[in-house]
């Protein structure tokens, strides 16, 4: 197929969210990413967060972090290319150890991430002798080596209440482990890491969001605080993986 005629195919998918004079910006780009990408036997893996033209444009493969790793390994493609944070690229070389593996900004990290070393582990470790510790899949690889047990915010709980003990450290999220800790009889130490994105709401958000749209179904992922959460109709991960 044309490349030109593709992206102008590919409109159809974000019109609604992006202006003609902008598709036309990125229309070229999207084209020459297209013929790289076949070119280079790669495949490009975008986290739900990725902007339209990303998501609908160029990516094949669209998702959480870890459903994106676990899906590049289906594939056959030489290259993957991780259109996301840090550790989302890590993830995906740690499941793909054969393939090639880039980010395309290495700037783009995680506050999450980043709140929290190996080095902090092991003081933990220290601190709290003989109990478990629990790591949420949004950390470096680093720290998931000096962790017992991975989880993700969709397992977390199944997790925590898994390993038959009264007692757990849950790194690094301090909302998610908050979260957890209200839904279990286990208890939970929690690390003051956060999302620089899910911090930023509160509960008077979510209160002005109800009283200007009466009936309005509110979702809150459990980075959210646990304020949040509680004004919340439904919190879940932002991909089911029970």
Sequence with gaps: MNASLQAAQLYDRV???????????????????????????????AHNYQTPEIFHGVADIVGDSLALAREA????AEVIVLAGVHFMAETAKLLNPSRTVL?????????????????DVRLLRQRWP???IVTYVNTSAAVKAESDICCTSGNAKKIVESLGVPKVIMLPDEYLAQNIARETDVEVITWAGHCEVHER??????????????????????ECPPEVVGEADFSATTFFDF
């Design 15 to 45: 019109k609604s969210v992006i202006l003609p004079a902008e598709w036309s910006e990125f229309a070229p780009d999207v084209d020459a990413i297209l013929a790289l990408k076949r070119e280079k036997n790669a495949v490009i893996l």
């Design 73 to 76: 390994m289906k594939t056959d």
């Design 103 to 119: 980010i395309p900004d290495l700037r783009a990290g995680c506050s999450l991430a980043e709140s929290i070393t190996a080095e």
């Design 130 to 132: 003989g109990v478990p």
């Design 201 to 222: 709401f509160s509960a008077s958000d979510v209160r002005q969001v109800r009283a200007g749209h009466p009936g309005v179904v509110v979702l809150a992922h459990p």
